[in-house]
């Protein structure tokens, strides 16, 4: 069989196959002959039906159904010929909002097969599409069971008056049977029928309007009396007789129906819930998107113009129905209208038209979506995607919407037409306000490709119209709303998690894009007080140290803190050693399948190495961002990471590094991408722990240029050394705590305490936020010859710690300097190096047991000589010997980062 490439994916691929080569919706490889003889190497057809017999009869004959013939005269009965009007025309305004914005939507590009769920899943996302097309499959389920049900009332009521309960179901089960006979044999048969069916429903209008404009008075039937009480069927066990006659219309009857009265029985819900079910086809000619010649012009004439031929007819009927017949014959009797005919049989041809019609379109619709769900495999079904090879017909959907339709009659409500209208008008309202909701949301998203044809939707009107979807559902049926919710968002849910992302694309993604840029213009950089600081990191890392990324995650605080991973990508195209290029694709065939449906394809080396960062962020829980830096030469690609990271006042005040590691001159690439891919390979998953990377940098003096870039960027710096050790502080729980020290070294004066104090002290208290299992231990190390000076300093050092608010309250431990040593809060790099080496003594003994210590950074040589640059790299050497994992700090960003004013 000849394999097509579709536009659309399916959203999950089968074990071992990359999703890019898998097909889609209308792809012949998925769908499979079933019941159609199809000769060996036949191509599968495609319905080409046009706007009157696609869209304006589907519709029409789905609009006009039970209420018709059947409930129209109730209506008026109890809300009046003023009441009903407005009723419907409330509905109708309902209706005729969410038409057009579903005409807007598919005017936006090429429909496929699946109606509102492939317009909704294609437009703003699977999780919306199907949560929502589920609904939509469940709508027409119970659409195709509550017209069988009027149905089969009215041939029970007409020829078997007097027959046992049961012959109801017998009658339901029959005649569903005979539904599912045409449709398995597909939209072409549908059609044919259809045509059939609205000849045979227009005569028994035409027929019914002459009968009430023309006939004579006459007394149509005697019923039980009722006095001033309501009655709902022909059972009333009330003595007495009454009768109903048939006026010609009258002016004076008009009168006294026009406004509405009310009764503890019926009240206004239970009239609205039904009148509502007949404004319930719209959605029909999309449900045969898949099977129209041209669905984007089709579409909005055929739907549009059905809306308003079914308004008229319905107003009609009721102020015919209000100028012949008084109040209590229109409460008392549903089939007034067959009693009334010239002939009952007619009316019974009209109701049988109109009540099959739409059951039959209904069954046929909710394959279409079932089929196109299952297409796509976002819910398990994939069993409902076949197709016969003529007209791709979804048989199996039918088969399944026939059986669940078949139970509808035995939920509590049973065979009972007010019942299922109600369930029924809970269904559509949902998924009607869904449909309006996508809309707004393409509106709102100033998305530059949404620009549809049909223009006469703004965001406005979709957003009423979902409004009074929303609002009429919890109205009228405040259980069934709930429930309906309740089931959406269980289904949003489940898509959510289980399906991953699609080039369908999520309107998420493009409202959250125009919110955050209209915001990012906003924030003003370096202009934030000091009491909404925040931490965020620039870490510059090449290999996965996934340690380092994860202290950097939680030094960033709370959820709002923000990590943008900077990683370098060389260009060695003049490099004749190797045939690297950021341009040309390194693997394609030797990767694992399972990286591949983790990771995009791409052409590009640059954006597939940035798709591994992203896709190890990701498994890893990172939430940092990630920006991949290109260049021939390692300094000069981390110096524009640190300059030109960020957007707008979006971007990170702290600069995280790896220590200094030996230098070793010329490195090459680290082939993140082949890393994941190897380690999965082996053993399923990717869960690095080692750490201790580098920068790659080739000298001392290349790695402290970079930091004279950052500090000159009035960036904060922080130095990691250790890296590969910082397990135990990141598993730490409470009942196996890690401390976490900060390190104090000498006195702090105003103009050193923001600088060289609470830079560490910020960072150590967010990370103790982060991490439950950490204990924060402030340990000042100063020279005191008396115990008085201790005590004093003790308190000075408590009063800084209260002063800051850093709860719960660390430890508080002043220490002696070693004798000889001349310690200050202002460490330069000209000072020796056998000052750092003493300072590391009482620091390796006091925190060897520790799971993370903070400690000043050195200030930065101004020169960029490499006799300078050896003798930082040294002092920072000096101070790490035999410690735990080290942060070394220094503030570099001109504002305060902690207040302590309100």
């Given amino acids: 069989m000849k394999r097509d490439r579709a536009e659309r994916e399916p959203l999950l691929p089968g074990p071992g196959k990359a999703t890019s080569s898998n097909v889609g919706i209308n792809d012949n490889e998925m769908r499979a002959p079933f019941l159609e003889d199809a000769e060996p190497g036949e191509e599968k057809t495609k319905n080409q039906l046009g706007t009157i017999n696609g869209v304006y009869v589907p519709c029409l004959l789905n609009i006009l159904g039970a209420v018709l013939f059947m409930r129209i005269g109730y209506s008026v009965g109890y809300a009046g010929w003023l009441g009903t009007v407005l009723i419907f025309t409330f509905c109708e305004i309902v209706t005729v909002i969410t038409a057009l914005s579903f005409s807007a939507i598919v005017t936006n590009g090429k429909m496929a097969g699946g109606g509102a769920y492939y317009m909704i899943s294609r437009s703003i996302g699977p999780a919306f599409g199907g949560a929502t097309g589920f609904l939509f499959y469940l709508c027409y389920v119970v659409n195709c069971a509550f017209n069988c049900t009027a149905f089969v009332d009215d041939i029970m009521s007409t020829f078997f008056p007097h027959a046992p309960s049961t012959y109801t179901y017998y009658w339901y089960h029959g005649t569903m049977v005979l539904l ?134 319905y107003v009609l009927f009721a102020t015919f129905l209000a100028l012949c017949y008084d109040r209590q014959s229109l409460r008392c009797e549903y089939l007034i209208l067959q009693k009334t005919a010239v002939s009952p049989y007619v009316v019974v041809v009209g109701i049988a038209m109109a009540t099959l019609s739409t059951s039959l379109g209904a069954m046929f619709g909710a394959a279409r979506i079932l089929q196109a769900i299952a297409r796509d495999n976002i819910f398990p079904i994939s069993f409902f995607k076949q197709g016969a090879r003529k007209g791709d017909e979804p048989q199996f959907a039918v088969i399944l919407t026939f059986l669940l339709a078949q139970t509808i009659i035995y939920l509590p409500t049973g065979p009972s037409v007010n019942a299922i209208g109600g369930i029924l008008t809970d269904f559509f309202l949902t998924a009607y306000a869904f449909v309006n909701l996508s809309q707004v949301l393409l509106c709102w998203s100033g ?146 399948d399972g990286t591949q449906q983790m990771m995009p394809k791409h052409t590009s080396l640059v954006n597939e190495h940035k798709s591994a960062w992203l896709w190890l962020a990701a498994q890893a829980k990172l939430d940092a961002f990630v920006s991949v830096g290109c260049g021939s030469d390692l300094r000069q690609i981390y110096s524009t990471l640190i300059s030109s990271c960020g957007l707008g006042g979006l971007v990170p005040n702290t600069v995280v590094f790896p220590f200094p590691s030996p230098f070793r001159g010329a490195v090459d690439n680290v082939d993140v991408a082949q890393k994941i891919n190897e380690q999965i390979s082996v053993t399923g998953a990717y869960a690095s722990t080692v750490g201790g990377s580098d920068l790659g940098l080739n000298s001392p003096a290349d790695y402290v240029r970079v930091l004279q870039t950052a500090f000159d960027c009035e960036k904060n710096i922080a130095v990691v050394f250790n890296s590969g050790r910082l397990a135990p502080l990141l598993t730490a729980t409470p009942e196996t705590p890690s401390t976490v020290d900060v390190w104090i070294i000498g006195g702090w004066g105003k103009d050193t305490l923001e600088s060289h104090v609470c830079i560490l002290l910020q960072h150590a208290h967010l990370l103790q936020k982060k991490l439950a299992g950490s204990i924060l231990r402030v340990i000042l190390l100063e020279q005191f010859t008396f115990e008085a000076q201790k005590e004093a300093l003790a308190q000075r050092l408590a009063d800084m710690v209260h002063a800051l608010r850093i709860f719960p309250t660390p430890e508080l431990v002043v220490l002696a300097a070693p004798a000889g040593s001349s310690v200050t809060a202002h460490s330069t790099w000209s000072m020796s190096v056998e000052h750092f080496v003493q300072i590391n003594t009482v620091m390796s003994k006091v925190s060897r047991n520790s799971g993370l210590a903070f400690v000043g950074l050195p200030t930065i040589p101004d020169g960029s000589d490499a006799e300078s640059a050896t003798r930082y790299v040294d002092i920072l050497n000096a101070m790490c010997t035999g410690m735990p994992p080290t942060v070394l700090m220094c503030k570099g960003e001109p504002g305060d980062i902690v207040s302590t004013h309100i």
């Fill in 180 to 313: 599912l006979a045409v449709a398995l044999n597909g939209a072409g048969a549908f059609a044919k029928v259809n045509v059939f069916l609205f000849v045979a429903l227009v005569a028994s209008i035409i027929t019914t309007f002459a009968s009430l404009t023309f006939g004579h008075a006459h007394e149509v039937e005697r019923l039980p009396a009722l006095g001033k009480t309501s009655c709902h069927s022909l059972d009333s066990d009330l003595s007495g007789n009454a009768t109903i006659y048939y006026n010609p219309p009258r002016s004076s009857m008009l009168e006294d129906n026009f406004y509405w009265e009310w009764t503890d029985n019926n009240p206004l819900v239970q009239v609205v819930a039904l009148i509502f079910t007949s404004t319930c086809g719209v959605m029909e000619g999309a449900n045969l998107s898949g099977d129209l010649k041209n669905p984007a012009s089709s579409l909005p004439k055929g739907t549009l113009s059905a809306m308003a031929t079914s308004f008229t007819t």
């Fill in 447 to 592: 998305a530059p490709n949404y620009r549809p044809t049909f223009k006469w939707c703004p965001w406005w009107l979709s957003l009423i119209g979902f409004i009074l979807s929303y609002t009429l559902m919890w109205y009228l049926q405040p259980v069934y709303a709930a429930v309906t919710c309740g089931l959406w968002l269980v289904m949003f849910i489940y898509v959510k998690l289980s399906v991953g992302e699609r080039l369908w694309g999520d309107i998420v993604q493009g409202v959250l894009y125009g919110y955050l840029t209209a915001g990012l213009r906003r924030i003003t950089p370096r202009k934030e007080s000091a009491k909404f600081w925040r931490s965020s990191l620039l870490v510059l890392v090449r290999d996965t140290d996934l340690p380092l990324l994860t202290l950097a995650k939680y030094m960033s605080g709370t959820n709002d803190g923000m990590v943008i991973i900077g990683t370098p990508l060389l260009d060695r195209r003049d490099d004749s050693s190797t045939t690297q290029s950021p341009r040309r694709r390194r693997w394609s065939t030797n990767v694992d």
